[in-house]
Structure formats: C-alpha cells, structure tokens
C-alpha cells in the first residue's frame, strides 16, 4: 500500500509516483487523471506548462504524472502507445482515455475532462 503523505510533486505540482505498487494504489482509488508522458516528447513539453491551468479547473481530479519509460510495462497494459496520453480511472474504473500520438491541446483535453465528467 502505498503512503499518501510521501506524494512526490513535479514543478507543475502533479503527483509524481515513487513506485510501481503507488501507482497501482492511484489506479484502484480515487478519482485520477494519469497523463502519460516523457521527458524527451516534445507534444508533452508542449502541453505541461499548461497542466496547472487544467490541474485547476478540474479540482475534482488529482492529476497523477506518469514517465511512459519508467512505468514502460504499465504503458503496454494500458495500451498507451502514444504521448502526452490521459486515462481517467475512478476506484479502479476506467472513465475515458484520450490516447493517441497527435499534439493535444488545453482546450481539447478540458473538452475531454468535461465529457468524461458527464
């Protein structure tokens, strides 16, 4: 089980999980937007100074960040197979995903949030 007291943030204040059995903990509880990325994908570096923007007109989400090369296996199980990429899971239900290789951008990623908010 993982500690939520030992969340690691990124600069953009997304949770950064240490381990594969916190992530795991993420994806079976709560109401969490995981967005797959990479340091070296340029489409990410587009979209990650706008994350706080998103980050806070979804408050009802936690954002959870995941690096697609270090969590590579859980990338294959998820069928990410393309990045910046979001799968949203509530108590270990999967929501919505938005996956796929193109750039994504802050308004279609809220439009996305939205319709997965219903």
Same mark, same amino acid.
């Given at each position: ?18 381990? %594969?059995?916190?992530? +795991?903990?993420?994806?079976?509880? !709560?109401?969490?937007? @995981?967005?797959?990325?990479? $340091? ?31 969590? %590579?296996?859980?990338? +294959?199980?998820?069928?990410?197979? !393309?990045?910046?990429? @979001?799968?949203?899971?509530? $108590? ?27």
């Amino acid at each position: 089980m993982y500690n939520q007291s030992s969340k690691r943030k990124g600069r953009d204040g997304m949770i950064i999980p240490k381990s %594969i059995e916190e992530l +795991a903990g993420y994806a079976e509880k !709560g109401k969490n937007v @995981f967005f797959f990325t990479a $340091d070296w994908c340029g489409d990410c570096s587009f979209i990650k100074p706008q994350m706080p923007e998103i980050e806070a007109a979804f408050p009802q989400f936690q954002f959870i960040q995941v690096d697609r090369d270090e969590y %590579i296996d859980v990338a +294959a199980e998820w069928n990410i197979f !393309g990045i910046p990429s @979001f799968v949203v899971v509530n $108590d270990g239900e999967e929501m919505g995903r938005l996956v796929n290789k193109n750039r994504k951008t802050k308004d279609e990623i809220a439009g996305f949030l939205q319709r997965v908010e219903g």
